[in-house]
């Protein structure tokens, strides 16, 4: 039985500290609404009123937060923060989705805590994390990534080694970028089939069996067809994600940039928390 602290229990977080109940070990879960715990408490997890006191006594302490302000507040906190309550043998595991600069960052204040530390963003939303079918993208060193990986095992089906620090967060960038650039692209196309007078499912079906069809486009045509916006993955985690690739890029993102905008444009019309695939409706 390892002892494992969890920080953030939102939509992806506390369906991966499931798993981690799930194959028997001792976890400690903390989140900013407490009541957002009860289902893991009801299991056996055990509660810890801030960050610092669920690392205390971890062997891993697991983050999953929303954006760059609320993982240094988890983690760097005078009074609460996680790198305060750990041990020297701890590794700390960064899986939010973050700016490459922040994740460089913290990784600096780990090393002069003396803290063990890895970048560790995953790739899926609610249905892989429910299932263990998340991609992770680790970066940091590798005797790290070979002590970790056994747990990340536990919530997802690969986890890759991408590198050195920073590694991690631009290759969760990337995978979110040319996703997002796909689906403000399909919502176009989705609309100017309808306009034309067509099917726009028997059309897509039909690209669907071309070479330049993906993975992702088949979930995007679906929901977009079937206008089932229910949040999978919200407008608002990914407009914030292409920002963070935008300031990774220097800004040089012409095709990042204009998917950013109607990403936008969605939450200027009051779309933000729901699926991402909902910007089809900017186009009716």
Same mark, same amino acid.
């Given at each position: 039985?390892?002892?494992?602290?969890?920080?953030?229990?939102?939509?992806?977080?506390?369906?991966?500290?499931?798993?981690?109940?799930?194959?028997?070990?001792?976890?400690?879960?903390?989140?900013?609404?407490?009541?957002?715990?009860?289902?893991?408490?009801?299991?056996?997890?055990?509660?810890?009123?801030?960050?610092? !006191?669920?690392?205390? #006594?971890?062997?891993?302490?697991?983050?999953?937060?929303? $954006?760059?302000?609320?993982?240094? $507040?988890?983690?760097?906190?005078?009074? =609460?923060?996680?790198?305060?309550?750990?041990?020297?043998?701890?590794?700390?595991?960064?899986?939010? =989705?973050?700016?490459?600069?922040?994740?460089?960052?913290?990784?600096? /204040?780990?090393?002069?805590?003396?803290?063990? @530390?890895?970048?560790? +963003?995953?790739?899926?939303?609610?249905?892989?994390?429910? /299932?263990? !079918? &998340?991609?992770?993208? %680790?970066?940091?060193?590798?005797? &790290? @990534?070979?002590?970790? !990986? +056994?747990?990340?095992?536990?919530?997802?089906?690969?986890?890759?080694?991408?590198?050195?620090?920073?590694? #991690?967060?631009?290759?969760?960038?990337?995978?979110?970028?040319?996703?997002?650039?796909? %689906?403000?692209?399909?919502?176009? &196309?989705?609309?100017? &089939?309808?306009?034309?007078?067509?099917?726009?499912?028997?059309?897509?079906?039909?690209?669907?069996?071309?070479?330049?069809?993906?993975?992702?486009?088949?979930?995007?045509?679906?929901?977009?067809?079937?206008?089932?916006?229910? +949040?999978?993955?919200?407008?608002?985690?990914?407009?914030?994600?292409?920002?963070?690739?935008?300031?990774?890029?220097?800004?040089?993102? +012409?095709?990042?940039?204009?998917?950013? =905008?109607?990403?936008?444009?969605?939450?200027?019309?009051?779309?933000?928390?729901?699926?991402?695939?909902?910007?089809?409706?900017?186009?009716?």
């Amino acid at each position: 039985m390892t002892q494992i602290a969890f920080l953030g229990l939102g939509a992806m977080g506390i369906r991966m500290a499931q798993h981690l109940i799930d194959a028997g070990h001792a976890v400690t879960v903390w989140n900013r609404t407490e009541s957002r715990a009860q289902p893991l408490l009801e299991q056996g997890a055990q509660w810890a009123d801030t960050p610092a !006191e669920a690392a205390q #006594g971890a062997e891993f302490v697991i983050a999953m937060v929303r $954006d760059d302000e609320a993982s240094a $507040d988890v983690w760097l906190d005078e009074q =609460t923060g996680a790198f305060k309550g750990m041990d020297e043998q701890a590794i700390a595991i960064e899986s939010s =989705t973050l700016s490459v600069d922040w994740i460089k960052t913290l990784a600096q /204040h780990a090393h002069q805590r003396n803290v063990k @530390f890895i970048e560790a +963003p995953v790739s899926g939303s609610r249905p892989q994390a429910q /299932h263990a !079918e &998340l991609v992770y993208l %680790v970066g940091g060193e590798a005797s &790290l @990534f070979e002590r970790a !990986e +056994p747990v990340l095992s536990l919530m997802g089906k690969k986890v890759n080694h991408t590198g050195g620090m920073g590694s #991690g967060a631009l290759a969760k960038l990337v995978t979110n970028t040319l996703m997002g650039i796909q %689906v403000t692209t399909l919502g176009e &196309l989705v609309a100017m &089939l309808k306009r034309q007078g067509e099917d726009p499912d028997k059309i897509l079906e039909a690209v669907s069996t071309t070479p330049v069809w993906s993975k992702t486009a088949g979930i995007v045509r679906k929901s977009m067809v079937n206008e089932a916006y229910e +949040p999978q993955f919200p407008v608002d985690l990914i407009e914030k994600d292409l920002g963070y690739c935008l300031q990774a890029a220097n800004q040089v993102a +012409p095709m990042t940039s204009a998917a950013r =905008t109607v990403f936008n444009e969605a939450q200027t019309q009051q779309l933000g928390e729901w699926n991402m695939t909902v910007v089809a409706k900017l186009y009716q």
